[in-house]
């Protein structure tokens, strides 16, 4: 494996990868795809979208099916009006998964993508042989009520169309929030990174999507406590995250909905962890999915 090494605005994928437009479940999903042997769902969430897993797919392309998924509203995807509960978007993904006639997967996921991983597994536990869940909270499982509470989440309940008004053309201030204060060393996140990823908050109706994904937190709460009720979630997983974020807790998250996890916190790294650690990103990921049955 080629070292990944940082790079200045979007690590370029692989050559062999091709795009699609899925149409699933009321929206149309905008699909990296290419590779053969094992597929691998890579999830992104806020503040990025697939475009954050270019090293990844580079790593594993020679003997893995990489599928990476913008998500419902985000990066190339459609913006419908509705749908942001990550139950819905779960479908979303098993409906891409149905179009490439993919049975079965591992999950990598990060933020949000941990939301909607976790909907998938629960929901198809038959879809899910591992999942990888990196750097987030699940609502309504474990600390979640103290999290949501923290007054740092404030944009948990940020959303309609005033909240719109206020951010239009102002993305990037928005943005630079959470690229900031969620980095160990907010440099990292470069400012061709930051461009590009604006750029894509800023079509037409992807701030309101974006909100949603977490005005919609309250509903995702009771679906996972339905999930929970039913025990049906059984697939190996891993979790790991920043040092300097959401690492160090959310081993005891993932263990109230998961059996057989296993722990790892990435050192000197905060939430962005392929933007801030892409070499140590990848070799984890390349181990867990290549050298561990």
Same mark, same amino acid.
């Given at each position: 494996?080629?070292?990944?090494?940082?790079?200045?605005?979007?690590?370029?994928?692989?050559?062999?990868?091709?795009? *699609?437009?899925?149409?699933? #479940?009321?929206?149309?999903? %905008?699909?990296?795809?290419?590779?053969?042997?094992?597929?691998?769902?890579? /999830?992104?969430?806020?503040?990025?979208?697939?475009?954050?897993?270019?090293?990844?797919?580079?790593?594993?392309?020679?003997?893995?099916?990489?599928?990476? !998924?913008?998500? *419902?509203?985000?990066?190339?995807?459609?913006?419908?009006?509705?749908?942001?509960?990550?139950?819905?978007?779960?479908? @979303?993904?098993?409906?891409?998964?149905?179009?490439?006639?993919?049975?079965?997967?591992?999950?990598?996921?990060?933020?949000?993508?941990?939301?909607?991983?976790?909907?998938?597994?629960?929901?198809?536990?038959?879809?899910?042989?591992?999942?990888?869940?990196?750097?987030?909270?699940? !609502?309504?499982?474990?600390?979640?009520?103290?999290?949501?509470?923290?007054?740092?989440? =404030?944009?948990?309940?940020?959303?309609?169309?005033?909240?719109?008004?206020?951010?239009?053309?102002?993305? &990037?201030?928005? /943005? @630079?929030?959470? =690229? #900031?204060?969620?980095?160990? @060393?907010?440099?990292?996140?470069?400012?061709?990174?930051?461009?590009?990823?604006?750029?894509?908050?800023?079509?037409?109706?992807?701030? *309101?999507?974006?909100?949603?994904?977490?005005?919609?937190?309250?509903?995702?709460?009771?679906? #996972? &406590?339905?999930?929970?009720?039913?025990?049906?979630?059984? +697939?190996?997983?891993? &979790? =790991?995250?920043?040092?300097?974020?959401?690492?160090?807790?959310?081993?005891?998250?993932? *263990? +109230?909905?998961?059996?057989?996890?296993?722990?790892?916190?990435?050192?000197? +790294?905060?939430? =962005?962890?392929?933007?801030?650690?892409?070499?140590?990103?990848?070799? /984890?990921?390349?181990?867990? /999915? &290549? %050298?561990?049955?």
């Amino acid at each position: 494996m080629s070292e990944p090494a940082r790079v200045d605005g979007i690590y370029p994928f692989p050559g062999v990868m091709q795009t *699609r437009t899925i149409e699933t #479940n009321g929206a149309k999903i %905008h699909v990296r795809v290419g590779g053969h042997g094992p597929a691998v769902v890579m /999830l992104h969430g806020f503040g990025t979208t697939g475009d954050m897993w270019g090293h990844l797919a580079s790593a594993l392309i020679e003997d893995h099916m990489i599928i990476i !998924p913008d998500l *419902r509203g985000l990066g190339l995807s459609s913006k419908p009006e509705s749908g942001y509960d990550k139950k819905s978007q779960a479908a @979303d993904v098993v409906g891409v998964l149905d179009a490439l006639r993919v049975r079965t997967a591992e999950l990598v996921t990060h933020d949000i993508g941990i939301m909607v991983g976790f909907a998938v597994a629960a929901a198809h536990p038959e879809r899910v042989s591992r999942w990888i869940a990196i750097d987030a909270p699940l !609502p309504g499982v474990g600390p979640w009520d103290q999290i949501k509470q923290d007054p740092a989440m =404030w944009h948990f309940g940020f959303g309609g169309q005033d909240m719109e008004r206020l951010v239009a053309g102002r993305e &990037r201030i928005y /943005l @630079d929030r959470f =690229w #900031n204060e969620l980095s160990r @060393d907010r440099m990292r996140f470069d400012e061709a990174k930051r461009q590009h990823y604006a750029a894509l908050y800023a079509q037409p109706g992807a701030m *309101r999507a974006s909100f949603a994904q977490f005005l919609a937190f309250n509903r995702d709460a009771a679906d #996972n &406590r339905t999930f929970l009720a039913r025990a049906s979630f059984r +697939c190996r997983s891993w &979790r =790991w995250g920043g040092e300097a974020t959401f690492g160090p807790m959310i081993g005891a998250v993932i *263990r +109230c909905v998961a059996d057989n996890v296993e722990d790892v916190i990435i050192p000197d +790294c905060g939430h =962005w962890i392929t933007e801030e650690q892409p070499v140590a990103t990848t070799k /984890l990921v390349v181990d867990f /999915l &290549r %050298h561990r049955a």
